[in-house]
């Protein structure tokens, strides 16, 4: 579970440095915050929103080579984005059917559209995640079908999204998303 926080850290870090010039906006902002719940440390990142937009197109293709490398990790499937858009639209035709993902070690990964948002939640003997994506954002990463993801499309649409993006907490800490005001 430590990865995670290590890499969303970094990330958020990146995006500081980058956004240095950006810095007058006031709204609205990314907000990252990772504890360590071994030692208490803990770690916040808060970005003008305007500085993560910039960056989209430059990390998108950095940014699905690691999704995919953490994807395909250990699994015995591969994983397109066709398979990925085709999985968003089951979400988007049922809305309230929750689907699994994934079942491993005694813990689970469901997903469900609920409301204006798609939810994905999961649980574990190492903790629990809470995800929630706007619906915008997905229409927006996907397109139509044939077309590559489109990050930074996906990225503008989150800008009207005042709320949690993602909650993971467990035993040895915590990392939270979110789009706000500063």
Do not use: C, Y
Not at 19 to 36: I, M, T, Y
Not at 38 to 48: A, C, H, Q, R, Y
Not at 143 to 169: F, T
Request: aromatic fraction near 6%.
């Amino acid at each position: 579970m430590m990865r995670l926080p290590r890499i969303a850290a970094l990330a958020a870090i990146v995006l500081g440095l980058a956004a240095l010039p950006a810095f007058g906006q006031e709204r609205p902002w990314l907000h990252v915050s990772v504890e360590d719940g071994n030692d208490n440390t803990k770690v916040e990142v808060n970005l003008p929103f305007a500085a993560v937009e910039a960056l989209g197109d430059s990390l998108a293709e950095h940014i699905f080579d690691e999704i995919e490398k953490e994807w395909d990790h250990g699994a015995d499937v591969d994983v397109d984005a066709d398979d990925l858009r085709a999985l968003w639209q089951s979400l988007r035709d049922n809305p309230g059917a929750w689907v699994t993902l994934d079942e491993e070690n005694g813990g689970n990964l469901r997903a469900r559209m609920d409301g204006d948002e798609i939810r994905i939640e999961g649980a574990g003997d190492d903790g629990a995640l809470d995800v929630r994506i706007p619906v915008a954002f997905g229409d927006a990463l996907f397109g139509e079908e044939g077309e590559e993801p489109d990050l930074a499309a996906a990225i503008r649409a989150l800008r009207d999204h005042d709320d949690v993006l993602v909650s993971v907490g467990g035993d040895d800490g915590r990392v939270r998303v979110w789009i706000g005001p500063r």
